[in-house]
């Protein structure tokens, strides 16, 4: 009997593989901000709030490229195709182009990097919901099978 045909238990091993998705994805997002933040800061030779601060779009821009970059690479290792990977990638990216646009034409002021990350996120939840097939537990079982 498989999980599916138990009452109830289709829906909950479902949403085990969507939060497992959710928290492998988040955990691609911290090491991909955590890796550019640490290279541009270095570069730059200034701490994280510094940066924040003096290089608002710059330091977006570079996360939402760290975190995109992680995020793919992680797909991909666990063999979501590539229509999956872009359109996470686009997730990943859309949410930071309002913010650097009303950054630049200084309409919101400050660093806008929080709002970035909690836009992205809200982002990625929302395409794994409407693509919740992709991201539930028919989508890890067929890559554990692979």
Do not use: K
């Not at 709030?49 to 992680?74: D, K």
């Amino acid at each position: 009997m498989r999980a599916a045909d138990v009452p109830g238990r289709g829906q909950a091993h479902h949403a085990h593989g969507f939060g497992r998705h959710v928290l492998e994805m988040g955990l691609a997002m911290m090491v991909g901000m955590i890796v550019s933040a640490a290279i541009f800061l270095t570069a730059v030779g200034m701490t994280a709030e510094e940066g924040m601060r003096e290089h608002a779009v710059l330091f977006v821009v570079l996360q939402a490229l760290g975190m995109t970059v992680a995020m793919v690479a992680w797909m991909r290792h666990r063999r979501h195709n590539w229509r999956s990977s872009s359109e996470m990638a686009v997730a990943m990216v859309a949410p930071a182009a309002p913010l650097i646009c009303l950054r630049l034409l200084d309409v919101i002021s400050g660093p806008i990097c929080s709002l970035y990350c909690l836009a992205s996120i809200v982002a990625m939840v929302a395409l794994m919901l409407y693509r919740r097939s992709d991201y539930g537990a028919t989508a890890t079982a067929a890559v554990s099978a692979s």
